[in-house]
């Protein structure tokens, strides 16, 4: 079985991603204005790709012998992660993700450092942040900072 804090760790990220997934879906069906175009695809875009990264932090938690969380009221407990929150300007729906991505960076960083004894598992959350950091580089960009 997988150990406690490791468990912790990869349910706080399944929490996490499942609740942006349903953030991503919120704004992608509701972004409107100028940029609908390049956002409404960039937002199916990210939450496909959250997706996967649900599905692979899942898999690692069982393949561990731990339970992955699978509510969504077990997800809003434990995620950091907010809801969106009637965000209704594309603008705001971008700053809302920065900080968000921002979050999840700060949160996998320090859950890496405590991964010490697990490098698969060490692997992929470097790789999930390499990923959340180029997101909000591109989404700061967007937004001119």
């Known amino acids: 079985m997988a150990n406690e804090k490791t468990a912790e760790i990869l349910n706080?990220?399944?929490?996490?991603w499942n609740v942006l997934f349903v953030k991503l879906h919120n704004y992608h069906w509701?972004?409107?204005?100028?940029?609908?175009f390049k956002l409404h695809e960039k937002f199916e875009e990210l939450y496909n790709e959250a997706a996967g990264h649900i599905d692979e932090l899942a898999e690692r938690l069982l393949t561990l012998g731990g339970e992955p969380v699978a509510t969504m009221k077990e997800y809003l407990e434990i995620?950091?992660?907010?809801?969106a929150s009637g965000e209704r300007k594309a603008e705001e729906m971008?700053?809302?993700?920065v900080k968000d991505f921002q979050a999840l960076s700060a949160e996998l960083n320090v859950a890496i450092?405590?991964?010490?004894?697990?490098?698969?598992?060490?692997?992929?959350?470097?790789?999930v942040r390499q990923s959340v950091e180029k997101h909000t580089w591109m989404l700061r960009s967007?937004?001119?900072?």
């Open 94 to 97: 971008v700053q809302a993700l």
């Open 12 to 16: 706080k990220q399944v929490a996490n």
């Open 79 to 83: 995620a950091t992660v907010p809801e």
């Open 30 to 36: 509701y972004v409107k204005g100028v940029n609908f």
């Open 113 to 127: 450092g405590e991964l010490d004894d697990d490098e698969p598992t060490q692997d992929m959350l470097i790789g």
């Open 142 to 145: 967007f937004l001119g900072e």
